[in-house]
């Protein structure tokens, strides 16, 4: 072996044995550097004859592209190296789940809600919806509650500034206030077609008012089964010859078909509400599951007071009705079998996935 092939083999070694490419980078320039072995024998050639000159120069370079090759192939498996380890690095296995978006549903308490209104709309009754903020005159004097009922205190809610009419300043406590905002624009319609004056108590002939108002109620009250914002259902029904006997077999229906059983009891029980007289507690008993054997209150209830029919625009004389307000989220929670009301609002939706 001649002296070139010695050091060419000698390249390729160092350069195999080189792990980082700092590594290679040194032993390049001990072969091909300014110092290094290849350019020590390209300084030798000024001593030799001008033909020998020639071929020992040839061989020189041949041997010189010879380790230049061999440093650009280790060059390349190092960067190959370094890209393989990347990749298994990275890997990324793309077998597994996507992360997908979940799918949204309706609140329970909606859910519920949904149920009253078609089984209502079912008998023939309007849905309608009313403010949340109202003044003083829809959610009390109107329903014959004056300033200083005593019947106020027990509807203690949040008051903000302003109130009159036009001005609403406090959260409503029921959704009462929607059979007067409800009956007034149904009378409107009829008035001033039948020429009774704004004054006169309407007496003429008009369609039944017959409405559900669903919606979000508010009083200062939070433990287990009460939270200081709830949902009511309002129901009224008026016409010349609507009594009682009508609102038990309206409930009745409404209530075998919400909780889906004909096997319950209804029962009224005598209680006191200003703006209906007689007034009633509507409470119901399973006869079966874990609840059997209990009264549960689900609404209040009565026959709309004279004067709340005078503040509709009606003559009472003529017009009579009943109205009822029932606890949505109590009807949920007893459909549902929850026994915290409170589970309804905090929004975590381990609990609230459950219904969908
Ligand atoms: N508004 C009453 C309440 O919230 C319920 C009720 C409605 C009673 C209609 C009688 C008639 O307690």
């Known amino acids: 072996m001649n002296d070139l092939t010695v050091i060419v083999e000698n390249a390729k070694l160092a350069f195999a044995q080189a792990l980082t490419p700092a590594d290679l980078e040194n032993a390049k320039a001990q072969f091909l550097g300014k110092s290094g072995h290849m350019t ?27 380790i230049e090759v061999a440093l650009n192939a280790r ?20 077998t597994l789940p996507g992360r997908q978006r979940g799918q949204g549903g309706l609140h329970p308490v909606s859910l519920a809600q949904e149920r009253i209104e078609e089984i209502f709309r079912s008998m023939g009754f309007d849905v309608a919806e009313g403010p949340e903020i109202e003044s003083d005159w829809f959610n009390f004097t109107a329903l014959n509650t004056p300033e200083d009922h005593p019947a106020r205190s027990m509807h203690d809610t949040f008051y903000v500034e302003g109130g009159s009419i036009t001005a609403p300043n406090l959260l409503r406590t029921h959704t009462s206030p929607m059979q007067i ?7 409107k319609k009829y008035r001033t077609a039948a020429g009774h004056s704004r004054d006169d108590l ?34 009224l029904w008026v016409g010349e010859n609507i009594s009682f006997k009508d609102l038990k ?108």
């Open 202 to 235: 309407f007496s003429g002939s008009m369609p039944e008012i017959r409405v559900i108002a669903p919606g979000r109620t508010y009083r200062v009250d939070s433990d287990a089964t009460h939270s200081p914002m709830f949902h009511q259902v309002e129901g």
């Open 75 to 94: 060059r390349q498996a190092m960067a190959d190296d370094e890209l393989s380890a990347q990749l298994r690095a990275d890997a990324l296995d793309v």
């Open 181 to 187: 905002r409800y009956a007034v624009q149904h009378v």
């Open 40 to 66: 020590e024998l390209m300084k030798g050639l000024a001593q030799l004859s001008v033909d020998e000159k020639k071929t020992r120069g040839a061989a020189i370079n041949l041997s010189k592209q010879a």
């Open 249 to 356: 077999s309206v409930y009745l229906n409404f209530i075998t078909t919400f909780f889906e059983t004909d096997d319950l009891k209804l029962r009224f029980r005598p209680s006191y509400f200003p703006f209906t007289e007689p007034s009633a507690e509507i409470d119901i008993m399973f006869q079966t599951g874990p609840l059997n054997g209990r009264w549960l209150e689900v609404s209040g209830s009565g026959q709309v007071h004279p004067q709340v029919i005078r503040n509709m625009g009606l003559d009472p004389e003529r017009y009579i009705g009943f109205a009822f307000g029932s606890g949505i989220d109590r009807l949920a929670m007893l459909r549902y079998g929850v026994s915290d009301l409170r589970l309804f609002f905090d929004g975590d939706i381990r609990f609230l996935s459950q219904f969908q």
